[in-house]
């Protein structure tokens, strides 16, 4: 069993940057892909990038690119999500979640991740 817990998030302005962190316990989980998603109020959760386990290739959503970064230390077992540029639309409850992965590919597909962070909140004012 993996154990994920997300830190960083809290109440920013429009503009602002703010960087949530992972980190990961349990289970060594080196050879597993991590991504980080978001659920806003009323929506469903939605997928926000993912960085794969050797930390050479990363996905992003089309809203995420050029304003999001996520990155991971295999070392520290954490992974973050450095969020630049806020917008109130980005306002959500944002989750760390892995997947055990034996292929290049990295899914974005929140189906394919077995284990979830219990989120932590960025709320962005206009």
């Known amino acids: 069993q993996v154990q994920l817990v997300e830190s960083g998030g809290g109440l920013v302005q429009a503009g602002d940057s703010l960087r949530l962190s992972c980190a990961a316990s349990?289970?060594?989980?080196?050879?597993?892909?991590m991504g980080w998603f978001r659920q806003a109020p009323g929506k469903e959760r939605e997928f926000v990038a993912a960085v794969g386990w050797s930390a050479g290739k990363t996905i992003y959503a089309e809203f995420a690119k050029g304003r999001f970064t996520v990155s991971r230390d295999n070392a520290k077992n954490t992974v973050d999500l450095q969020m630049n540029s806020l917008k109130p639309k980005d306002t959500a409850v944002y989750s760390c979640?892995?997947?055990?992965?034996?292929?290049?590919?990295?899914?974005?597909?929140?189906?394919?991740?077995?284990?979830w962070g219990q989120g932590t909140r960025v709320t962005v004012s206009a």
């Open positions: 349990g289970r060594t989980c080196t050879k597993c892909n």
């Open positions: 979640a892995a997947y055990l992965s034996i292929a290049s590919h990295i899914h974005a597909d929140r189906s394919f991740y077995d284990y």
